[in-house]
């Protein structure tokens, strides 16, 4: 299943960034292929995004310097606007992977939040990351907690509500990518510790290509994607969730 490992890798390292919604994605493919083992594990999952989080890193590691020594009030806004998504996360995460995880569902959300982006496209946008204020923040981490059902697109519904809140397009999206290290860190922790208290045999050789076909795509989608959004609208993003969602609503039909 090495290709299944570098399929996943590659999809997980664009829709992290990309606003269509990674969640989603992991969910489908296999529900498509019916893969089984473990490619649709935990494990897996957590080593997907442990790949996204180098990502992340490596990127943004000058931004992050910066944040500590010389622009403490926007790490302070990182902060504060983190904290609905990790309390949410602690909090709902369990009832999420049991009860939300439905194509159906699914479907809806991709739908739902490209209206939702298709709106704040048309907001008014003049202010740079470093014009956030505190209720940007606590607004796009508000959105960031909704992320949390799948369909919504972590990146996708907090650039948005940074559109709606002002901010350019590719301001947006750096303060969603900086945001969003702590909480796929957090995230990926909390994993970790549930993997622990559930061991098992597994090939650990597909979980390293996953992390770094991961890792790789996803550097390469982060500097895609603040490069494109300097020039254009999120509508193709729109449109393919549209798409997405049709192909799901048409896969239940075939299936049922």
Do not use: C
């Amino acid at each position: 299943m090495i290709f299944g490992a570098v399929l996943l890798g590659v999809i997980q390292g664009l829709t992290e960034f990309f606003p269509v919604s990674s969640t989603a994605h992991l969910i489908l493919i296999p529900w498509f292929f019916g893969w089984t083992g473990d490619l649709d594990t935990l494990v897996f999952d957590v080593a997907l995004h442990t790949g996204t989080l180098s990502a992340l890193v490596f990127y943004f590691w000058r931004d992050w310097i910066e944040l500590v020594t010389k622009k403490r009030k926007l790490l302070g806004l990182i902060i504060l606007a983190s904290l609905p998504a990790g309390v949410a996360g602690y909090f709902l995460n369990d009832f999420v992977e049991g009860h939300l995880r439905e194509p159906l569902l699914i479907s809806v959300t991709l739908v739902t939040v490209g209206f939702v982006m298709l709106a704040a496209e048309r907001a008014s946008k003049h202010k740079e990351v470093e014009k956030t204020t505190f209720i940007d923040a606590l607004t796009i981490g508000v959105a960031q907690a909704i992320a949390l059902i799948p369909g919504v697109s972590r990146s996708g519904i907090t650039i948005a509500t940074g559109l709606f809140r002002g901010l350019k397009r590719e301001a947006s999206a750096r303060f969603s990518f900086l945001l969003s290290t702590p909480v796929v860190a957090g995230a990926t922790v909390l994993h970790f510790k549930k993997i622990l208290s559930n061991q098992g045999n597994y090939d650990l050789h597909l979980f390293a290509i996953g992390l770094v076909t991961s890792a790789l795509t996803g550097f390469i989608a982060i500097k895609f994607l603040l490069s494109f959004l300097k020039r254009y609208p999120l509508n193709v993003f729109v449109f393919y969730r549209f798409l997405l969602a049709a192909v799901i609503i048409a896969g239940v039909w075939v299936r049922g």
